[in-house]
């Protein structure tokens, strides 16, 4: 798979994959990378083990011994970081980087009453700020790669060929997804010049549809990436803006799941994918939960929520529960019925 991707690489700058949680994403980008470590530059779940809150002093430490870590020291960014965060957030959140200890403090800084230090900033708002540490890094590789070699301030990049970005938007709003979404197109078109190409995947409609439609050239792919239990692993190309066509593919794996009595997580996540997009395409304001309308709704919000988010998901498999999985079953034949999925 990884090679499919490298080869048409060969002649595009961009690729761009769309495939739900536990499908393989992660399992794809960190492959990438161990292909090439020194060429290539990853963003994943696992940038965010780089991070971790103290609760008692209220700072997000970042390990000084990471790769991450010694980049925006070198390159001095921490500036670049915060321009960056308060960009796709708001300048009412100031970090404050210490550069000796990994700290990173965050308050809020009106010179009044309203001021605070040592706030504890949400989920949504950390996903940002880990984002906004690795796009800085990853913009100011553009920049340097984009001099000639002998003025280039540092050699740190010179061996830098692919960035792999694998679902930057964990967590965060429609509104900072598409903020994402344009600066990172930007970035792309920054680095089109260069000898840099982009791999990037996401289980997110909304992301892909901005992404899609930022990138639309002739140089660029786009994908489905999908596992069935006949084919495989497959990368299908994607030609038109929203991946939401993919559902009858879901629904048919899913049926035949429940058929065979063989459910497992990835089936779980694969049955969350369907329900944003459909969320999505509804204009279902309160999100894909709304959707849930059966006697275990509140059961398989729960466990929808727990797989998406287990970083480890991509990589190992588990046996699920027999009450999960008849929750499954009541909730994904609810959901046919009630919003009217028939198979022609």
């Given at each position: 798979?990884?090679?499919?991707?490298?080869?048409?690489?060969?002649?595009?700058?961009?690729?761009?994959?769309?495939?739900?949680?536990?499908?393989?994403?992660?399992r794809?980008?960190?492959?990438?990378?161990?292909?090439?470590?020194?060429?290539?530059?990853?963003?994943?779940?696992?940038?965010?083990?780089?991070?971790?809150?103290?609760?008692?002093?209220?700072?997000?430490?970042?390990d000084?011994?990471?790769?991450?870590?010694?980049?925006?020291?070198?390159?001095?960014?921490?500036?670049?970081?915060?321009?960056?965060?308060?960009?796709?957030?708001?300048?009412?959140?100031?970090p404050?980087?210490?550069?000796?200890?990994?700290?990173?403090?965050?308050?809020?800084?009106?010179?009044?009453?309203?001021?605070?230090?040592?706030?504890k900033?949400?989920?949504?708002?950390?996903?940002?700020?880990?984002?906004?540490?690795?796009?800085?890094?990853?913009?100011?590789?553009?920049?340097?790669?984009?001099?000639?070699?002998?003025?280039?301030?540092?050699?740190?990049?010179?061996?830098?060929?692919?960035?792999?970005?694998d679902?930057?938007v964990?967590?965060?709003?429609?509104?900072?997804?598409?903020?994402?979404?344009?600066?990172?197109?930007?970035?792309?078109?920054?680095?089109?010049?260069?000898?840099?190409?982009?791999?990037?995947?996401?289980?997110?409609?909304?992301f892909?549809?901005?992404?899609?439609?930022?990138?639309?050239?002739?140089?660029?792919?786009?994908?489905?990436?999908?596992?069935?239990?006949?084919?495989?692993?497959?990368?299908?190309?994607?030609?038109?803006?929203?991946?939401?066509?993919?559902?009858?593919?879901?629904?048919?794996d899913?049926?035949?799941?429940?058929?065979?009595?063989?459910?497992?997580?990835?089936?779980?996540?694969?049955?969350?994918?369907?329900?944003?997009?459909?969320?999505?395409?509804?204009?279902?304001?309160?999100?894909w939960?709304?959707?849930?309308?059966?006697?275990?709704?509140?059961?398989?919000?729960?466990?929808?929520?727990?797989?998406?988010?287990?970083?480890?998901?991509?990589?190992?498999?588990?046996?699920?529960?027999?009450?999960?999985?008849?929750?499954?079953?009541?909730?994904?034949?609810?959901?046919?019925?009630?919003?009217?999925?028939?198979?022609?």
């Open positions: 798979m990884a090679e499919e991707v490298l080869q048409g690489l060969a002649d595009s700058r961009t690729a761009l994959i769309y495939a739900p949680n536990t499908i393989g994403k992660t794809l980008a960190q492959h990438l990378k161990e292909r090439d470590h020194e060429g290539v530059a990853l963003y994943n779940s696992f940038v965010e083990d780089v991070f971790n809150w103290d609760n008692e002093r209220v700072v997000l430490k970042m000084p011994e990471s790769e991450l870590f010694e980049s925006i020291v070198t390159q001095g960014l921490d500036g670049a970081i915060i321009n960056n965060f308060q960009s796709f957030t708001s300048d009412r959140i100031e404050r980087i210490d550069f000796e200890s990994g700290d990173i403090s965050f308050g809020i800084h009106k010179g009044d009453d309203d001021s605070a230090d040592g706030i900033i949400s989920r949504a708002e950390e996903s940002i700020f880990v984002w906004s540490v690795y796009y800085s890094v990853l913009s100011e590789a553009v920049e340097t790669l984009s001099d000639s070699p002998d003025r280039r301030s540092t050699a740190a990049y010179d061996q830098l060929t692919l960035a792999v970005v679902d930057p964990s967590s965060m709003d429609d509104s900072r997804i598409v903020s994402v979404a344009l600066a990172l197109a930007e970035l792309t078109r920054r680095a089109s010049k260069l000898d840099l190409k982009f791999v990037i995947s996401t289980h997110h409609a909304l892909f549809n901005v992404l899609f439609n930022s990138l639309r050239r002739k140089d660029n792919l786009s994908y489905v990436l999908a596992r069935g239990p006949a084919a495989g692993w497959t990368l299908a190309r994607q030609p038109r803006d929203s991946p939401f066509s993919y559902h009858l593919g879901i629904i048919d899913l049926q035949g799941a429940i058929s065979a009595n063989s459910i497992e997580r990835v089936h779980f996540n694969q049955f969350r994918a369907l329900l944003e997009k459909t969320a999505n395409f509804l204009g279902y304001t309160g999100g939960g709304d959707l849930l309308v059966g006697p275990d709704a509140a059961l398989m919000t729960k466990i929808l929520n727990l797989y998406s988010h287990d970083r480890f998901a991509d990589i190992d498999s588990a046996d699920v529960v027999e009450e999960y999985k008849e929750a499954f079953r009541s909730e994904f034949q609810e959901f046919l019925k009630t919003f009217r999925w028939a198979r022609q």
